[in-house]
């Protein structure tokens, strides 16, 4: 279970924020109550913030990007997530849907997720870039520099315990390590003040199904990282 300790003082500090001066603490028989209110304050307070920057980030047209994209892809998911897995840019499917991780190693995607005896809907996920680039090639330096801060923000929005980069472009993007991610792959880094393990992406696991037993390596020390079984 999520631990939920840095969540309830950023919830007091927002009360405080409000005028609230004073909270009554709870009887025993009320902790558990008192506990759920606290957690969806919580959720919905992030929501909120991350509602505020997809407006913020509205139908961007800040590269060159948007030429040619059809739809921008925020991101999706639960805002109070333990756990944020972080790809490289929207496909396809992905740019047609405007959501994030919808084709085929979308499916793959979830498939790891429920692995790990998770629900997509219960994490978060998002890409690098927020717009699909032509053909699907590598960002440019640039189109990462623009985008980098809506990212950033979405993940001290969240604040993970956990950030699971998928490829080597956001590997790079968050760890700044130069290495491919067949050398680091499952290596924890310290970065941003979160805890981030680089894996595969989901796509290069349909194009070398063999390395899906090294990807399941890595997520089972995510789980282990979460005190899930």
């Known amino acids: ?22 909270i009554p ?16 304050g919580t959720e919905d ?59 085929r190693a979308g499916q793959l995607l979830t ?20 717009c699909r680039p032509p053909d699907n090639r590598d960002p440019l330096p640039d189109e990462v520099s623009t985008c980098f801060p809506f990212l950033k923000r979405q993940l001290e929005i969240i604040r993970p315990r956990v950030v699971v980069t998928l490829g080597k472009h956001a590997l790079k993007v968050l760890t700044g390590e130069r290495a491919g991610v067949t050398t680091v792959h499952g290596r ?4 941003m003040g979160m805890r981030i393990l680089p894996t595969f992406h989901p796509a290069f696991l349909l194009r070398y199904p063999s390395m899906k037993r090294a990807a399941w390596d890595d997520l089972k020390k995510v789980m282990k ?5």
């Not at 999520?2 to 004073?22: N, P």
């Not at 925020?74 to 897995?85: C, I, Q, R, Y």
């Not at 498939?111 to 927020?130: P, Q, S």
């Not at 924890?188 to 970065?191: E, G, I, L, R, S």
């Open 1 to 22: 279970m999520k631990d939920k300790g840095f969540d309830i003082l950023s919830y007091v500090e927002y009360l405080r924020s409000q005028g609230v001066d004073f």
């Open 25 to 40: 603490l709870p009887s025993v028989k009320n902790q558990r109550k008192f506990m759920r209110s606290v957690e969806t």
């Open 45 to 103: 307070l992030k929501k909120g913030q991350l509602e505020d920057l997809r407006r913020e980030l509205g139908e961007c047209r800040r590269c060159r990007l948007h030429e040619t994209r059809t739809n921008v892809v925020f991101g999706e998911g639960n805002p109070d997530a333990a756990v944020v897995f972080v790809g490289e840019a929207p496909g396809e499917e992905e740019d047609r849907t405007g959501r994030p991780f919808v084709g």
């Open 111 to 130: 498939r790891m997720i429920e692995a790990m005896t998770l629900k997509r809907d219960k994490v978060y996920i998002c890409n690098v870039l927020k």
């Open 188 to 191: 924890w880094y310290n970065n």
């Open 225 to 229: 990282e979460l005190g899930l079984k």
